[in-house]
């Protein structure tokens, strides 16, 4: 299944914004910084790339479905959406 916009941009912004914490991450433990505020940074990057996988999960459902309703054959079948939703699980 490929990856849309309108499939994708909450996920996205999830990302960047993940990206952006990241990096704020790398700057604290360069600069020596008090390791609970990292650890604290680094636990919200961890989950905000989490939840941007199941938000493509869950677009890639609401996608397949939308298509079997429509009588089109999914790109995707429950089986392999079952697989990457428990890959990141």
């Given amino acids: 299944m490929k990856?849309?916009?309108?499939?994708?941009?909450?996920?996205?912004?999830?990302?960047k914004r993940?990206?952006?914490?990241?990096?704020?991450?790398?700057?604290?433990m360069e600069?020596?910084?008090d390791c609970r505020e990292a650890l604290t940074q680094l636990a919200a990057v961890?989950?905000?790339?989490d939840r941007a996988g199941f938000k493509i999960i869950a677009s890639g459902m609401?996608?397949?479905?939308?298509?079997?309703e429509r009588g089109d054959a999914p790109e995707m079948t429950e089986?392999?959406?079952e697989k990457l939703f428990l890959a990141l699980a």
């Fill in 3 to 15: 990856l849309r916009p309108e499939m994708t941009a909450d996920a996205l912004n999830r990302l």
């Fill in 18 to 28: 993940a990206r952006g914490q990241l990096n704020a991450v790398i700057e604290m």
């Fill in 31 to 33: 600069s020596g910084q």
């Fill in 46 to 49: 961890s989950k905000a790339i």
């Fill in 62 to 68: 609401r996608h397949c479905t939308a298509a079997r």
């Fill in 79 to 81: 089986e392999e959406l």
